[in-house]
């Protein structure tokens, strides 16, 4: 349909949402269907406490279900041009907070795919933002909730 936004994704993390769609229509739901006939046996449905519970784990899991496959119907995988000498979507970089010297190393991926303990920094987080376009050696102003902070680029790749 025309107008429609798209998702920008890593070839990686598309594999990784289909796997865990495929998971929850597949495996999933044979375990919720499982999981309410046990309960629907433990007798009268009205006062069923895990009847319901299951119900509403299953309206749960079939809403996940619904979001995924809208992810997937709007994802778009943009890969990084591994010969890019600037910060780009895909991108790994390692950078460094001039304030603390803190240095961390990020690759920048759709904001679905982010998990900061996996080292996934969302390309529409501010500091992602910031970084885009910029090469190694740069320092770039980053804006945050406490203030401006400098953050230096170390390294690509």
Excluded: C
């Excluded at 890969?79 to 979507?89: G, I, K, Q, R």
């Excluded at 679905?112 to 500091?127: H, M, N």
């Amino acid at each position: 349909m025309a107008g429609e936004e798209t998702e920008a994704i890593t070839a990686q993390g598309l594999e990784e949402l289909k796997a865990e769609l495929h998971q929850l229509e597949t495996v999933g739901r044979r375990e919720m269907a499982a999981v309410i006939l046990a309960a629907r046996e433990e007798g009268d449905l009205k006062e069923n406490t895990e009847y319901h519970q299951a119900k509403e784990a299953q309206g749960l899991m079939e809403t996940k279900i619904l979001r995924l496959q809208e992810r997937l119907r709007r994802a778009q995988v943009v890969e990084a041009d591994a010969s890019s000498t600037v910060v780009v979507f895909g991108s790994k970089v390692t950078i460094t907070d001039v304030p603390t010297g803190k240095q961390q190393t990020w690759t920048l991926v759709g904001p679905t795919e982010a998990s900061v303990a996996e080292g996934k920094l969302s390309s529409e987080s501010p500091i992602a933002r910031a970084l885009m376009g910029a090469a190694p050696g740069d320092t770039v102003a980053v804006e945050t909730p406490k203030g401006s902070r400098e953050i230096k680029v170390d390294k690509l790749g």
